[in-house]
């Protein structure tokens, strides 16, 4: 069994507990998610089986959308409505004039620091660890990231609701944090809620209940998105048959070997296809004008 289901995780389930449930619906070992969504959020989280596991990688670094609260004068250590409060300030004064201001400057590359409450590694232990542990001095390096997108939905008083896109690695938390800092009144997260990531949308998402009910009606496979769905960015190149052999055992195979209908760049990676059926990604090299094709990873 290989491919990606599409789950939407529930609140008050960590990502590793979902793999988990998967793990025992599919009964099998080989199963992995692909990045984190914090226990207390919901939405989207592809979940790859078998030999998707080879592509986690590729879907955590696709961009990602959210729905979040964010809820002003009010600052809580976790950055969201899950942590301690440590700060309050009246918010009364901010109008939506200054809110919508604030947004602005939040779009495009940005700097930011993680939240001290959050799975990230500082020497091998996660931080969250150090943190309940009283370490909450930790250096956390900043990092750029990139808000691609950011859209007021509504705004109620404190509350603000938006619609967010975000590079690999983005924290929304820390996001409503530094916009609460930008305000001078503060601010935490109050709810989250991942729509797509990537090409996987909430819409075609599956719920862990339906996905052990198609296990039972021995219809999961219908449930089954192919290893080649979240390559979209990729051209197709096909392997002729005769070289079939030659390519599953790694060999590099020159053009006579290869249907070829559109143009390539030397190091381009693309997804391969023997049969019609996806077998691989494979990497192009332009050698004398000819096109020669490498697996990069095989599925085969």
């Known amino acids: ?23 025992k619906i599919v009964n ?26 080879k592509i986690a990688e590729l879907i955590l670094n696709k961009e990602k959308t959210y729905i979040a609260e964010l809820t002003l004068g009010i600052q809580t250590d976790t950055y969201d409505s899950f942590g301690k409060i440590i700060e309050k300030k009246d918010s009364t004064h901010i109008n ?25 590694k500082v020497n091998g232990k996660r931080l969250y660890e150090l943190a309940r542990s009283g370490q909450t001095d930790v250096e956390i390096k900043s990092r750029k990231v990139i808000v691609k997108d950011i859209k007021i939905k509504s705004i109620d008083k404190e509350k603000v609701l938006f619609e967010v896109t975000v590079s690999k690695g983005t924290y929304v938390r820390s996001l409503c944090k ?30 862990l209940e339906e996905i052990e009910q198609a296990s039972k009606d021995l219809k999961l496979q219908d449930y089954i998105m192919g290893i080649d769905y979240p390559l979209t960015n990729y051209e197709r190149i096909d392997v002729k048959q005769s070289a079939y052999k030659a390519f599953s055992n790694g ?22 296809y023997i049969d019609d ?8 090299k332009i050698q004398d004008d000819n096109i020669l094709l490498k697996s990069h990873k095989l599925f085969i």
């Open 277 to 284: 059926k996806f077998c691989a990604i494979g990497k192009i």
């Open 96 to 120: 939506e004039e200054d809110i919508y201001s604030a947004f602005e400057k939040f779009k495009g590359e940005i700097t930011q620091i993680p939240p001290i409450y959050s799975a990230l």
């Open 251 to 272: 060999n590099t195979i020159y053009q006579k070997g290869l249907i070829i209908k559109q143009e390539y760049h030397d190091e381009e990676l693309v997804k391969v």
């Open 178 to 207: 530094d916009i609460g800092d930008e305000l001078g009144v503060g601010a935490y997260m109050s709810f989250l809620l991942r729509t797509k990531s990537g090409n996987f949308d909430i819409e075609n998402a599956y719920t």
């Open 1 to 23: 069994m290989n491919g990606i289901l599409n789950i939407l995780k529930p609140t008050g389930m960590t990502s590793h507990d979902v793999v988990s449930r998967v793990r």
């Open 28 to 53: 099998m070992k080989k199963v992995g998610h692909t990045g984190t969504l914090d226990p207390n959020a919901a939405g989207v989280l592809p979940i790859c089986l078998g030999k998707a596991t």
